[in-house]
């Protein structure tokens, strides 16, 4: 089945640095889901990308799916504390796939 | 609108028990979906049920099982528990299936001993 690998597993930042997580995979994906977990809580939708070089924004984060949608990127600009969590990436064809996700700290 | 709710929070259980795990999904939400999420081996997908049938299905053996009823809420079952199966039990609802928005439920922490 599909397989998606993610890097990196960890990141730790400085408050108002960027942060980016990579997610790819050897086959074509029919998408990629973004979700974001909160240390003791569970994972929340972010985004969902289709479409072949897709780019979405919403407000800090930027989320792109590649040209062979082969791969996908998480980009988080000028970090918060509040962005500090671990960041899945998932597909689905016939059954549901996540990566291992990157779990970012962002020191104030 | 309420959110996924998932019953019991917490569970502690013997290894050879079973245990069945229950979750109501958003109302409207046809599609229910169980993962099993641990610190060694991630976010797993164990099953989908969509209108009571199951549509899609991971690589977990036989020892779990799910239902769903036709209000939409779902059951998933464990039996001969292993201390292997101690995890959080997340399940998720969405309108259409795996490739829609998915919202998870809160968990439910499983001990086995």
């Known amino acids: 089945g599909q397989q998606v690998m993610q890097i990196p597993q960890y990141q730790h930042v400085q408050e108002g640095e960027d942060f980016t997580t990579y997610c790819n995979s050897s086959?074509?994906?029919?998408?990629i889901q973004w979700y974001k977990q909160r240390p003791g809580g569970h994972p929340v939708f972010l985004i969902q990308?289709?479409?072949?070089?897709e780019v979405k924004k919403q407000k800090r984060l930027t989320f792109q799916f590649g040209e062979a949608k082969k791969n996908s990127s998480l980009h988080i600009t000028a970090t918060q504390t509040t962005d500090v969590g671990t960041y899945f990436c998932?597909?689905?064809?016939?059954?549901?796939?996540f990566g291992d996700g990157t779990t970012l700290t962002v020191k104030p | 609108k309420a959110g996924v709710t998932q019953t019991p929070r917490y569970l502690i259980k013997t290894r050879g028990q079973q245990v069945t795990l229950s979750c109501s999904p958003i109302s409207g939400h046809r599609s229910v979906s169980w993962y099993q999420q641990t610190p060694g081996q991630g976010l797993q997908f164990l099953f989908e049920?969509?209108?009571?049938?199951?549509?899609n299905k991971g690589n977990f053996p036989g020892r779990f099982s799910g239902r769903q009823f036709s209000n939409s809420r779902s059951e998933m079952n464990v039996s001969t528990l292993e201390l292997g199966d101690s995890a959080l039990y997340l399940c998720a609802s969405s309108l259409g299936g795996l490739g829609y928005e998915q919202y998870f439920g809160p968990g439910t922490r499983l001990t086995v001993t």
């Open positions: 998932a597909t689905n064809a016939g059954k549901s796939t």
């Open positions: 049920y969509f209108s009571e049938t199951q549509r």
């Open positions: 086959t074509t994906l029919s998408n």
């Open positions: 990308l289709v479409k072949s070089g």
